[in-house]
């Protein structure tokens, strides 16, 4: 059933994510108009409409509305708790078609795979049959997407963390076409910084499931801090978006440009585990509850808003580009 076969105009898919080319999935999507651009950014939300998920979305539909989104950005644990079992699995509809269906919202989603997403198949999340069934479906591990104004890189973060390999406990994760992982992730690693580089883009900004910097229940991935942050930093990245921890937050850096912020707030939240940033001047804000951002930018301004689940403005913030004098080359 392709409710909005449309959409999928504004969507190429240019490669395929080959094994053999070690080269990220490229998506193109044409903004509405050359020089501006709207997005939503959503993350930890699959639980059928429960724990405020489905006040969530009707607030991210009147948003979505008002600003003209163009794309909503999700920052994966699509499914709770354990993934899709398949592409026939009913949490589909129950927590994604029927629960996101505000006119403000038939756009394409880009998702990316979060941890619990992983305790499921993931083939199914990433399959095409989805797609038939709602067209605004677009799953991937690691992808750049092409914007004009803003490339966006995924990148599969649960692949990072150790613990999910050395202490899963009595969870299990669907690792096929993860192993051999040390090779998964060095690839990814190049690939990123590769794309990275030949990235001309206004704006970069990544976005991963997981936290690199945050006071929330999870706090820091030291993985991705370790391993992840060295390329962000060394290809100026502007911004780094993630969900994981299941709140709203802002963070600078006080050594880099690149500004750390988490969309976690999609259904469950509440956890009340905060726990205070080493470097308190770079703590912009921290929200414990449910809610989304909103971001707009042209060529000179990227500005981001927060909301609630009543959908009131909780923090708003921008960031202005600087005309650069020089080339750098
Ligand atoms: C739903 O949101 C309201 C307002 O923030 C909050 O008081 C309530 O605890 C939330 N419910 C859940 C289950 O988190």
């Known amino acids: ?7 999928l105009a504004g969507l190429l ?5 080959g094994t053999s080319t070690a080269e990220l999935l490229r998506v193109q999507h044409r903004p509405k108009d050359e020089g501006s651009l709207a997005f939503l950014v959503i993350g930890d939300w699959g639980r059928k409409g429960s724990h405020n998920q489905s006040e969530v979305a009707d607030q991210m539909g009147i948003v979505g509305e008002r600003i003209g989104s163009e794309f909503v950005i999700s920052t994966g644990d699509n499914f709770y708790e354990n993934g899709l079992t398949g592409t026939d ?33 993931v ?7 989805l797609r038939a069934k709602d067209s605004r479906w677009v799953c991937f591990r690691s992808a750049v997407l092409n914007t004009g104004l803003a490339h966006f890189f995924f990148v599969d973060t649960t692949p990072f963390e150790d613990k999910y390999f ?13 192993l051999p992982r040390d090779k998964y992730l060095s690839d990814l690693k190049k690939d990123l910084d590769l794309a990275l580089k030949e990235s001309t883009a206004t704006w970069k900004i990544v976005v991963g499931h997981h936290t690199i910097k945050s006071m929330g229940e999870h706090g820091t991935t030291v993985e991705l801090m370790d391993q992840i942050v060295p390329i962000l930093e060394e290809n100026k990245v502007d911004f780094y978006i993630n969900g994981h921890d299941h709140c709203l937050q802002h963070i600078t850096s006080i050594d880099s440009k690149i500004q750390y912020i988490t969309s976690g707030g999609g259904s469950a939240a509440w956890r ?4 205070p940033w080493s470097r308190p001047e770079e703590m912009k804000f921290y929200y414990d509850g449910q809610g989304f951002l909103s971001v707009q930018m042209t060529k000179d301004e990227a500005s ?21 004098l020089y080339s750098d080359a």
Do not use: C
């Open 304 to 324: 981001f808003v927060f909301y609630d689940v009543f959908g009131e403005v909780l923090y708003k913030w921008a960031v202005t580009k600087v005309a650069k």
């Open 89 to 121: 699995d009913p949490a589909f509809y129950q927590s994604f078609v029927d629960i996101y269906n505000a006119p403000g919202l038939q756009t394409t989603w880009y998702n990316v795979l979060g941890n619990h997403d992983y305790r499921g198949d």
């Open 272 to 275: 009340g585990n905060i726990k």
């Open 166 to 178: 050395t202490h899963p406990g009595k969870d299990t994760y669907d690792w096929s076409g993860v």
């Open 123 to 129: 083939e199914a999340q990433l399959s095409p049959i």
């Open 13 to 17: 898919l240019l490669a395929a994510a």
């Open 1 to 7: 059933m392709a409710r909005f076969p449309a959409l």
